[in-house]
RNA sequence: GCGACUGUAGCUCAGGUGGUUAGAGUGCCAGGUUGUGGCCCUGGAGGUCGUCGGUUCAAGUCCGAUCAGUCGCCCCA
Protein backbone atom coordinates (compact mmCIF):
# COMPACT_ATOMS: atom_id res chain seq x y z
CA UNK A 1 0.00 0.00 0.00
CA UNK A 2 1.16 3.44 -0.63
CA UNK A 3 -0.28 7.10 -1.11
CA UNK A 4 0.41 9.47 -3.59
CA UNK A 5 1.07 13.05 -2.68
CA UNK A 6 1.30 16.50 -3.87
CA UNK A 7 4.59 17.06 -3.25
CA UNK A 8 7.70 15.04 -4.14
CA UNK A 9 9.44 13.16 -1.70
CA UNK A 10 13.08 12.39 -1.23
CA UNK A 11 12.42 9.06 -0.80
CA UNK A 12 9.64 8.17 -3.66
CA UNK A 13 9.49 10.58 -5.85
CA UNK A 14 7.39 8.31 -8.23
CA UNK A 15 4.30 8.60 -5.89
CA UNK A 16 3.47 12.67 -6.77
CA UNK A 17 -0.17 13.24 -8.19
CA UNK A 18 1.58 15.31 -10.94
CA UNK A 19 3.53 12.56 -12.52
CA UNK A 20 1.14 10.14 -11.72
CA UNK A 21 -1.44 12.87 -13.95
CA UNK A 22 1.04 13.03 -16.74
CA UNK A 23 1.29 9.21 -16.76
CA UNK A 24 -2.71 9.27 -17.53
CA UNK A 25 -2.70 11.62 -20.04
CA UNK A 26 -0.23 10.19 -22.43
CA UNK A 27 -2.34 6.86 -21.82
CA UNK A 28 -5.79 8.97 -22.74
CA UNK A 29 -4.58 10.90 -25.39
CA UNK A 30 -3.20 8.17 -27.35
CA UNK A 31 -6.16 5.57 -26.79
CA UNK A 32 -8.63 8.32 -27.91
CA UNK A 33 -6.45 9.09 -31.04
CA UNK A 34 -7.40 5.44 -31.70
CA UNK A 35 -11.12 5.86 -30.44
CA UNK A 36 -11.22 4.54 -27.66
CA UNK A 37 -13.39 5.34 -25.31
CA UNK A 38 -13.77 5.54 -21.16
CA UNK A 39 -15.56 2.92 -19.41
CA UNK A 40 -16.00 2.95 -15.39
CA UNK A 41 -16.94 0.30 -13.48
CA UNK A 42 -17.27 0.04 -9.56
CA UNK A 43 -14.98 -1.59 -7.54
CA UNK A 44 -16.73 -4.35 -6.23
CA UNK A 45 -18.58 -7.22 -8.02
CA UNK A 46 -20.43 -10.35 -7.35
CA UNK A 47 -17.67 -12.83 -6.18
CA UNK A 48 -18.78 -15.57 -8.93
CA UNK A 49 -18.18 -13.14 -12.07
CA UNK A 50 -13.90 -13.65 -10.96
CA UNK A 51 -14.28 -16.84 -10.12
CA UNK A 52 -16.65 -18.39 -13.60
CA UNK A 53 -14.40 -15.79 -15.55
CA UNK A 54 -10.46 -15.96 -14.09
CA UNK A 55 -11.22 -19.45 -13.37
CA UNK A 56 -11.31 -20.91 -9.93
CA UNK A 57 -8.42 -22.61 -10.27
CA UNK A 58 -5.82 -19.90 -11.00
CA UNK A 59 -3.82 -18.10 -8.35
CA UNK A 60 -5.71 -15.46 -8.46
CA UNK A 61 -9.49 -16.52 -7.67
CA UNK A 62 -7.76 -19.19 -5.20
CA UNK A 63 -5.77 -17.24 -2.85
CA UNK A 64 -5.47 -13.44 -4.22
CA UNK A 65 -8.97 -12.33 -4.09
CA UNK A 66 -10.11 -9.58 -1.18
CA UNK A 67 -13.81 -11.19 -0.80
CA UNK A 68 -16.57 -10.57 1.55
CA UNK A 69 -20.06 -11.40 2.43
CA UNK A 70 -21.75 -7.99 2.52
CA UNK A 71 -24.94 -7.50 5.02
CA UNK A 72 -27.16 -8.55 2.57
CA UNK A 73 -25.21 -12.14 2.51
CA UNK A 74 -24.27 -11.97 -0.80
CA UNK A 75 -20.43 -12.40 -1.42
CA UNK A 76 -18.98 -9.94 -2.58
CA UNK A 77 -15.38 -9.10 -4.59
CA UNK A 78 -12.97 -6.27 -4.85
CA UNK A 79 -11.62 -6.55 -8.53
CA UNK A 80 -8.73 -8.24 -9.50
CA UNK A 81 -8.96 -6.89 -12.77
CA UNK A 82 -10.73 -4.83 -15.01
CA UNK A 83 -11.82 -6.87 -18.14
CA UNK A 84 -14.41 -8.95 -16.43
CA UNK A 85 -16.20 -5.65 -15.14
CA UNK A 86 -16.33 -4.66 -18.77
CA UNK A 87 -17.77 -7.95 -19.71
CA UNK A 88 -20.44 -7.86 -17.35
CA UNK A 89 -21.12 -3.77 -17.57
CA UNK A 90 -21.38 -4.29 -21.31
CA UNK A 91 -23.84 -7.18 -21.25
CA UNK A 92 -25.65 -5.47 -18.75
CA UNK A 93 -25.98 -2.04 -20.60
CA UNK A 94 -26.43 -3.68 -24.01
CA UNK A 95 -23.63 -1.92 -25.77
CA UNK A 96 -22.47 -4.99 -27.86
CA UNK A 97 -25.81 -5.15 -29.30
CA UNK A 98 -25.60 -1.64 -30.18
CA UNK A 99 -22.14 -1.13 -31.21
CA UNK A 100 -20.91 -3.83 -33.90
CA UNK A 101 -17.23 -2.91 -32.81
CA UNK A 102 -16.63 -1.67 -29.26
CA UNK A 103 -13.41 -0.01 -28.67
CA UNK A 104 -13.46 0.63 -24.46
CA UNK A 105 -10.67 1.83 -22.04
CA UNK A 106 -9.96 2.20 -18.43
CA UNK A 107 -8.54 3.39 -16.07
CA UNK A 108 -8.81 1.58 -12.52
CA UNK A 109 -7.88 0.31 -9.17
CA UNK A 110 -6.85 -3.10 -8.95
CA UNK A 111 -7.17 -5.34 -5.41
CA UNK A 112 -4.82 -8.45 -4.67
CA UNK A 113 -4.55 -9.95 -1.33
CA UNK A 114 -0.91 -10.41 -2.42
CA UNK A 115 2.66 -10.12 0.14
CA UNK A 116 3.70 -6.56 -0.89
CA UNK A 117 6.99 -6.12 -2.77
CA UNK A 118 8.24 -2.82 -5.37
CA UNK A 119 6.21 -3.04 -8.33
CA UNK A 120 3.53 -5.30 -6.39
CA UNK A 121 0.88 -3.94 -3.91
CA UNK A 122 -2.31 -4.87 -3.10
CA UNK A 123 -4.10 -2.07 -4.33
CA UNK A 124 -2.53 -1.32 -7.83
CA UNK A 125 -3.74 0.78 -10.56
CA UNK A 126 -4.42 -0.30 -14.56
CA UNK A 127 -4.22 1.49 -17.33
CA UNK A 128 -6.31 -0.75 -19.90
CA UNK A 129 -8.22 -1.09 -23.25
CA UNK A 130 -10.68 -3.98 -24.46
CA UNK A 131 -11.65 -4.36 -27.76
CA UNK A 132 -15.06 -6.62 -28.64
CA UNK A 133 -16.76 -7.86 -31.25
CA UNK A 134 -14.12 -8.22 -34.25
CA UNK A 135 -11.76 -11.11 -35.41
CA UNK A 136 -9.26 -9.74 -37.53
CA UNK A 137 -5.69 -10.09 -36.51
CA UNK A 138 -5.38 -6.35 -37.78
CA UNK A 139 -7.09 -5.47 -34.17
CA UNK A 140 -4.92 -7.82 -32.35
CA UNK A 141 -1.98 -5.83 -34.31
CA UNK A 142 -3.33 -2.55 -32.93
CA UNK A 143 -3.84 -3.40 -29.50
CA UNK A 144 -0.71 -4.94 -29.25
CA UNK A 145 1.10 -1.62 -30.94
CA UNK A 146 -0.86 0.51 -28.78
CA UNK A 147 0.67 -0.79 -25.52
CA UNK A 148 4.34 -1.24 -27.09
CA UNK A 149 3.51 2.62 -28.04
CA UNK A 150 3.02 3.50 -24.68
CA UNK A 151 5.83 2.92 -23.56
CA UNK A 152 8.08 3.56 -26.33
CA UNK A 153 6.40 7.04 -26.77
CA UNK A 154 7.61 7.60 -22.80
CA UNK A 155 11.39 6.37 -23.67
CA UNK A 156 10.73 3.32 -21.74
CA UNK A 157 12.58 0.10 -23.41
CA UNK A 158 10.64 -3.03 -22.91
CA UNK A 159 10.42 -6.33 -24.72
CA UNK A 160 7.38 -8.04 -26.45
CA UNK A 161 6.75 -11.01 -26.09
CA UNK A 162 4.38 -13.20 -28.02
CA UNK A 163 2.42 -16.87 -28.03
CA UNK A 164 -1.05 -17.89 -29.21
CA UNK A 165 -2.90 -20.39 -26.73
CA UNK A 166 -5.11 -21.11 -29.25
CA UNK A 167 -8.76 -22.33 -29.16
CA UNK A 168 -10.97 -24.60 -26.03
CA UNK A 169 -10.35 -27.43 -28.27
CA UNK A 170 -6.87 -26.64 -29.09
CA UNK A 171 -5.90 -26.57 -25.11
CA UNK A 172 -8.00 -29.37 -24.20
CA UNK A 173 -5.95 -31.69 -26.83
CA UNK A 174 -3.01 -29.90 -25.66
CA UNK A 175 -3.43 -30.67 -22.15
CA UNK A 176 -3.78 -34.18 -22.34
CA UNK A 177 -0.66 -34.49 -24.58
CA UNK A 178 1.48 -32.26 -21.61
CA UNK A 179 0.24 -34.34 -19.26
CA UNK A 180 0.95 -37.62 -21.36
CA UNK A 181 4.83 -36.19 -21.67
CA UNK A 182 5.18 -35.11 -18.29
CA UNK A 183 3.44 -38.41 -16.53
CA UNK A 184 6.86 -40.59 -16.11
CA UNK A 185 8.42 -37.99 -14.67
CA UNK A 186 5.86 -37.11 -12.66
CA UNK A 187 7.35 -37.59 -9.38
CA UNK A 188 10.47 -35.51 -9.98
CA UNK A 189 8.48 -32.54 -10.45
CA UNK A 190 8.91 -29.65 -7.79
CA UNK A 191 5.71 -29.61 -5.71
CA UNK A 192 4.21 -26.95 -7.14
CA UNK A 193 4.59 -28.69 -10.92
CA UNK A 194 2.54 -31.75 -9.29
CA UNK A 195 -0.10 -29.66 -8.24
CA UNK A 196 -0.32 -28.01 -11.19
CA UNK A 197 -0.30 -30.83 -13.28
CA UNK A 198 -3.57 -32.03 -11.73
CA UNK A 199 -4.99 -28.80 -11.41
CA UNK A 200 -4.31 -26.76 -13.91
CA UNK A 201 -1.59 -28.17 -16.57
CA UNK A 202 -0.84 -25.33 -18.88
CA UNK A 203 0.40 -23.59 -15.98
CA UNK A 204 3.40 -26.00 -15.55
CA UNK A 205 4.92 -24.22 -18.46
CA UNK A 206 4.80 -21.05 -16.61
CA UNK A 207 7.47 -22.21 -13.77
CA UNK A 208 10.98 -20.68 -13.04
CA UNK A 209 12.64 -24.31 -11.52
CA UNK A 210 15.12 -25.09 -13.40
CA UNK A 211 14.50 -29.05 -12.37
CA UNK A 212 10.99 -28.77 -14.04
CA UNK A 213 12.09 -26.61 -17.07
CA UNK A 214 14.69 -29.56 -17.38
CA UNK A 215 11.82 -32.08 -17.77
CA UNK A 216 9.97 -29.72 -19.85
CA UNK A 217 12.44 -29.00 -22.09
CA UNK A 218 11.43 -31.43 -25.04
CA UNK A 219 7.71 -31.44 -24.31
CA UNK A 220 4.89 -31.12 -27.23
CA UNK A 221 4.37 -27.16 -27.64
CA UNK A 222 1.04 -25.68 -27.76
CA UNK A 223 1.39 -23.67 -30.99
CA UNK A 224 1.64 -27.41 -32.74
CA UNK A 225 -1.46 -28.56 -31.29
CA UNK A 226 -3.82 -25.22 -32.85
CA UNK A 227 -5.85 -25.57 -35.65
CA UNK A 228 -5.45 -23.92 -39.04
CA UNK A 229 -7.85 -21.16 -37.97
CA UNK A 230 -5.68 -19.88 -35.23
CA UNK A 231 -2.22 -21.25 -37.01
CA UNK A 232 -3.07 -18.62 -39.43
CA UNK A 233 -4.34 -16.14 -37.44
CA UNK A 234 -1.15 -15.64 -35.36
CA UNK A 235 0.88 -15.85 -38.31
CA UNK A 236 -1.20 -12.95 -39.76
CA UNK A 237 -0.36 -10.76 -36.54
CA UNK A 238 3.33 -11.75 -36.71
CA UNK A 239 3.49 -10.33 -40.13
CA UNK A 240 1.29 -7.07 -39.15
CA UNK A 241 3.40 -6.78 -36.07
CA UNK A 242 6.75 -6.62 -38.52
CA UNK A 243 4.73 -4.21 -40.81
CA UNK A 244 4.60 -1.94 -37.86
CA UNK A 245 8.41 -2.47 -37.08
CA UNK A 246 7.55 -4.25 -33.63
CA UNK A 247 10.01 -5.91 -32.60
CA UNK A 248 8.75 -9.59 -30.65
CA UNK A 249 9.47 -12.62 -29.34
CA UNK A 250 7.70 -15.67 -29.20
CA UNK A 251 7.46 -17.66 -25.69
CA UNK A 252 6.22 -20.98 -26.09
CA UNK A 253 5.94 -20.83 -22.01
CA UNK A 254 3.74 -17.98 -22.35
CA UNK A 255 0.60 -19.13 -20.72
CA UNK A 256 -0.78 -16.12 -18.34
CA UNK A 257 -2.70 -16.45 -15.49
CA UNK A 258 -6.22 -16.33 -16.33
CA UNK A 259 -8.41 -19.15 -18.15
CA UNK A 260 -10.63 -16.60 -20.10
CA UNK A 261 -7.52 -16.50 -22.66
CA UNK A 262 -7.75 -17.36 -26.03
CA UNK A 263 -5.58 -17.23 -28.82
CA UNK A 264 -3.15 -14.28 -29.27
CA UNK A 265 -1.88 -13.68 -25.34
CA UNK A 266 1.50 -11.18 -24.88
CA UNK A 267 3.34 -9.63 -21.99
CA UNK A 268 5.45 -6.62 -22.21
CA UNK A 269 8.60 -7.17 -19.99
CA UNK A 270 10.79 -4.30 -18.94
CA UNK A 271 14.54 -3.93 -18.18
CA UNK A 272 15.98 -3.00 -14.40
CA UNK A 273 12.54 -3.58 -12.46
CA UNK A 274 14.11 -6.52 -10.37
CA UNK A 275 11.65 -9.58 -9.91
CA UNK A 276 8.23 -7.51 -11.04
CA UNK A 277 9.57 -6.97 -14.34
CA UNK A 278 6.00 -7.23 -16.12
CA UNK A 279 4.69 -3.80 -17.18
CA UNK A 280 1.49 -5.18 -18.93
CA UNK A 281 -0.35 -7.69 -20.88
CA UNK A 282 -2.89 -9.08 -22.17
CA UNK A 283 -4.50 -10.75 -25.09
CA UNK A 284 -7.78 -12.65 -26.71
CA UNK A 285 -10.49 -14.05 -25.01
CA UNK A 286 -12.90 -14.82 -27.85
CA UNK A 287 -15.31 -16.75 -25.16
CA UNK A 288 -15.50 -14.80 -22.40
CA UNK A 289 -19.07 -13.07 -23.10
CA UNK A 290 -20.65 -15.91 -23.91
CA UNK A 291 -18.93 -17.18 -20.21
CA UNK A 292 -20.39 -14.20 -18.76
CA UNK A 293 -23.93 -14.90 -19.79
CA UNK A 294 -23.47 -12.52 -23.15
CA UNK A 295 -23.98 -13.10 -26.67
CA UNK A 296 -20.58 -14.62 -28.50
CA UNK A 297 -19.25 -11.82 -28.81
CA UNK A 298 -14.60 -11.96 -29.38
CA UNK A 299 -12.70 -9.64 -27.56
CA UNK A 300 -9.13 -9.16 -26.24
CA UNK A 301 -7.35 -6.32 -24.34
CA UNK A 302 -4.62 -5.32 -22.27
CA UNK A 303 -3.79 -4.05 -18.96
CA UNK A 304 -0.32 -1.82 -18.27
CA UNK A 305 0.62 -1.27 -14.58
CA UNK A 306 0.95 2.38 -13.29
CA UNK A 307 3.26 1.73 -10.65
CA UNK A 308 5.82 -0.13 -12.70
CA UNK A 309 5.85 2.10 -15.30
CA UNK A 310 6.26 4.96 -12.97
CA UNK A 311 9.15 2.66 -11.37
CA UNK A 312 10.49 2.39 -14.94
CA UNK A 313 10.59 5.61 -15.51
CA UNK A 314 12.32 6.77 -11.93
CA UNK A 315 14.93 3.95 -12.58
CA UNK A 316 15.66 5.43 -16.43
CA UNK A 317 15.42 8.84 -14.92
CA UNK A 318 12.74 10.10 -17.07
CA UNK A 319 10.03 12.94 -16.10
CA UNK A 320 7.17 12.84 -18.65
CA UNK A 321 6.04 16.78 -18.82
CA UNK A 322 3.90 18.00 -15.90
CA UNK A 323 1.22 20.04 -15.56
CA UNK A 324 2.36 23.53 -14.35
CA UNK A 325 0.97 24.20 -10.87
CA UNK A 326 2.07 27.34 -10.18
CA UNK A 327 0.01 30.62 -9.94
CA UNK A 328 0.24 33.10 -12.63
CA UNK A 329 -0.18 35.86 -10.01
CA UNK A 330 0.24 36.17 -6.44
CA UNK A 331 -0.93 39.33 -4.08
CA UNK A 332 0.98 41.24 -1.49
CA UNK A 333 -0.56 43.46 0.71
CA UNK A 334 0.49 45.52 2.80
CA UNK A 335 -1.06 47.58 5.39
CA UNK A 336 -3.48 47.67 8.01
CA UNK A 337 -6.24 48.97 6.60
CA UNK A 338 -9.43 45.86 6.37
CA UNK A 339 -10.31 47.57 2.87
CA UNK A 340 -6.53 46.06 1.80
CA UNK A 341 -7.73 42.71 2.14
CA UNK A 342 -10.90 43.16 0.88
CA UNK A 343 -9.85 44.19 -2.43
CA UNK A 344 -7.11 41.52 -2.32
CA UNK A 345 -10.29 38.90 -1.99
CA UNK A 346 -11.65 40.56 -4.57
CA UNK A 347 -9.49 40.86 -7.48
CA UNK A 348 -8.06 37.13 -6.47
CA UNK A 349 -11.78 36.02 -6.96
CA UNK A 350 -12.14 38.07 -10.20
CA UNK A 351 -8.71 36.56 -11.53
CA UNK A 352 -9.42 32.99 -10.64
CA UNK A 353 -12.98 33.17 -12.39
CA UNK A 354 -11.43 34.49 -15.58
CA UNK A 355 -9.29 31.38 -15.65
CA UNK A 356 -5.83 33.08 -14.01
CA UNK A 357 -4.37 30.97 -11.59
CA UNK A 358 -4.12 33.05 -8.73
CA UNK A 359 -3.53 33.00 -4.91
CA UNK A 360 -2.39 35.00 -1.84
CA UNK A 361 -1.41 34.75 1.85
CA UNK A 362 -3.45 33.50 4.79
CA UNK A 363 -0.83 33.27 7.48
CA UNK A 364 -1.08 37.04 8.36
CA UNK A 365 2.90 36.87 6.84
CA UNK A 366 4.73 40.43 6.96
CA UNK A 367 5.18 41.98 3.25
CA UNK A 368 8.66 40.65 2.95
CA UNK A 369 7.34 36.75 3.69
CA UNK A 370 4.74 37.45 1.42
CA UNK A 371 7.05 37.71 -1.14
CA UNK A 372 8.74 34.62 -0.46
CA UNK A 373 5.51 32.80 -0.79
CA UNK A 374 5.28 33.90 -4.16
CA UNK A 375 8.59 32.52 -4.67
CA UNK A 376 8.23 29.43 -3.02
CA UNK A 377 4.96 28.97 -5.43
CA UNK A 378 6.96 30.01 -8.39
CA UNK A 379 4.41 32.87 -9.31
CA UNK A 380 5.00 34.57 -12.29
CA UNK A 381 3.64 38.20 -11.01
CA UNK A 382 3.54 39.85 -8.10
CA UNK A 383 0.41 42.43 -7.49
CA UNK A 384 0.70 44.46 -4.37
CA UNK A 385 -2.04 46.45 -3.32
CA UNK A 386 -1.32 48.83 -0.08
CA UNK A 387 -3.30 51.87 1.38
CA UNK A 388 -2.12 54.04 -1.56
CA UNK A 389 -3.19 51.53 -4.33
CA UNK A 390 -6.74 51.13 -2.94
CA UNK A 391 -7.37 55.26 -2.66
CA UNK A 392 -5.89 55.53 -6.51
CA UNK A 393 -8.04 52.54 -7.55
CA UNK A 394 -4.52 50.54 -9.27
CA UNK A 395 -2.16 47.97 -8.12
CA UNK A 396 1.15 47.57 -8.53
CA UNK A 397 2.32 44.80 -10.88
CA UNK A 398 5.67 43.50 -10.86
CA UNK A 399 6.76 40.67 -12.97
CA UNK A 400 9.60 38.07 -10.64
CA UNK A 401 11.64 37.05 -13.61
CA UNK A 402 12.35 40.61 -15.01
CA UNK A 403 11.41 42.36 -11.92
CA UNK A 404 9.75 45.79 -13.90
CA UNK A 405 7.24 47.09 -11.82
CA UNK A 406 4.62 49.11 -13.10
CA UNK A 407 1.26 50.73 -11.53
CA UNK A 408 -2.01 49.59 -13.68
CA UNK A 409 -5.84 50.51 -13.09
CA UNK A 410 -7.05 47.40 -11.00
CA UNK A 411 -9.83 46.84 -13.16
CA UNK A 412 -7.35 46.02 -16.15
CA UNK A 413 -5.48 43.65 -13.94
CA UNK A 414 -7.68 40.84 -15.31
CA UNK A 415 -7.24 41.70 -19.00
CA UNK A 416 -3.24 42.22 -18.88
CA UNK A 417 -2.60 38.82 -17.29
CA UNK A 418 -4.92 37.30 -19.63
CA UNK A 419 -3.13 38.54 -22.59
CA UNK A 420 0.51 37.50 -20.48
CA UNK A 421 -1.01 34.07 -19.10
CA UNK A 422 -1.08 32.51 -22.78
C1' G B 1 1.66 -18.26 1.45
C1' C B 2 7.50 -19.01 2.32
C1' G B 3 12.70 -17.01 3.31
C1' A B 4 16.43 -12.87 4.26
C1' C B 5 17.29 -7.91 5.74
C1' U B 6 15.63 -3.07 7.65
C1' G B 7 12.51 0.28 11.13
C1' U B 8 15.84 6.93 15.45
C1' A B 9 12.56 14.60 14.03
C1' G B 10 8.56 15.98 7.77
C1' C B 11 13.18 14.15 4.80
C1' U B 12 18.55 12.07 4.65
C1' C B 13 21.17 9.98 8.44
C1' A B 14 24.74 9.96 13.33
C1' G B 15 24.14 7.64 18.01
C1' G B 16 31.85 1.60 19.56
C1' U B 17 31.38 -3.32 23.82
C1' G B 18 23.64 -1.11 27.44
C1' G B 19 24.98 4.34 31.59
C1' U B 20 22.24 11.25 33.00
C1' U B 21 18.12 16.26 29.72
C1' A B 22 18.82 11.30 21.98
C1' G B 23 22.14 14.76 17.95
C1' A B 24 23.46 16.91 12.86
C1' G B 25 22.13 18.56 8.04
C1' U B 26 17.91 19.82 5.36
C1' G B 27 12.92 21.31 5.57
C1' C B 28 9.25 23.99 8.59
C1' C B 29 7.94 28.41 11.76
C1' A B 30 9.32 33.20 13.70
C1' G B 31 12.37 37.68 14.00
C1' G B 32 15.96 41.02 11.33
C1' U B 33 9.79 47.75 11.72
C1' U B 34 3.79 44.75 6.77
C1' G B 35 6.07 49.13 0.73
C1' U B 36 9.65 45.27 -2.51
C1' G B 37 11.28 38.79 -2.90
C1' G B 38 15.29 34.79 -4.07
C1' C B 39 20.81 35.25 -0.48
C1' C B 40 22.25 35.97 4.48
C1' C B 41 22.03 36.30 10.04
C1' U B 42 19.54 34.96 14.73
C1' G B 43 16.11 32.15 17.32
C1' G B 44 12.23 28.34 17.79
C1' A B 45 9.10 24.22 17.38
C1' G B 46 9.31 19.13 16.19
C1' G B 47 11.12 12.33 18.24
C1' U B 48 6.57 7.80 23.99
C1' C B 49 13.82 5.77 19.11
C1' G B 50 7.62 1.11 14.57
C1' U B 51 4.52 -1.50 18.53
C1' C B 52 4.02 -4.85 22.75
C1' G B 53 6.50 -7.77 26.18
C1' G B 54 11.11 -9.68 28.52
C1' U B 55 16.40 -9.51 30.64
C1' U B 56 18.91 -5.66 33.75
C1' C B 57 20.06 -1.19 39.09
C1' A B 58 19.78 0.90 34.02
C1' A B 59 17.52 -0.59 27.04
C1' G B 60 17.57 3.63 21.05
C1' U B 61 21.45 -0.24 22.12
C1' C B 62 20.45 -7.24 24.28
C1' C B 63 16.26 -11.17 23.69
C1' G B 64 11.20 -12.57 22.00
C1' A B 65 6.74 -11.52 19.58
C1' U B 66 4.05 -8.44 16.38
C1' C B 67 3.32 -4.77 12.58
C1' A B 68 5.27 -2.20 8.43
C1' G B 69 8.83 -1.71 4.50
C1' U B 70 12.75 -3.57 1.17
C1' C B 71 14.75 -7.81 -1.46
C1' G B 72 14.09 -12.90 -3.24
C1' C B 73 10.49 -17.25 -4.07
C1' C B 74 5.63 -17.55 -5.96
C1' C B 75 2.35 -14.84 -9.01
C1' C B 76 1.32 -10.99 -11.90
C1' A B 77 0.31 -5.16 -13.37
Known sequence: MYDVLPYPSTKEPWLTTA??????RHFREMVMRAGYREIRTPILEPTELFKRSIGEATDIVSKEMFTFVDRGERSLTMKPEGTAPAVRAC??????????????????QNFRYERGQKGRYRQHQQLGVEVFGAHDP???AEVLALAMNFFTS???????HINSVGTAECRARYREALKAYVAPSLQHLSEEGKMRYEVNPLRMLDTKDQRDLAILAGAPVLRDFLTDDSSKHFEQLQGYLAALNIPFAIDDGLVRGFDYYSGTVFEIKGEGLGAQDALGGGGRYDGLVEECGGTAVPG??????MERCLLALEALGIQPPQEDESPIAFIITAGEQPA?????????????SSGIAADMDYLGKN??????????????????????????GTVQLKERTTGEQQKIDIDSVVQYLSGKAL
Do not use: N
Open 19 to 24: RWRAVE
Open 91 to 108: IEHGLFAEHGLLKLYYIG
Open 138 to 140: AID
Open 154 to 160: LGVRCKL
Open 300 to 305: LGFGIG
Open 340 to 352: VRTTAVTLLHSLR
Open 367 to 392: FRRQFKRADDLGSRFYIIIGEDEVAS
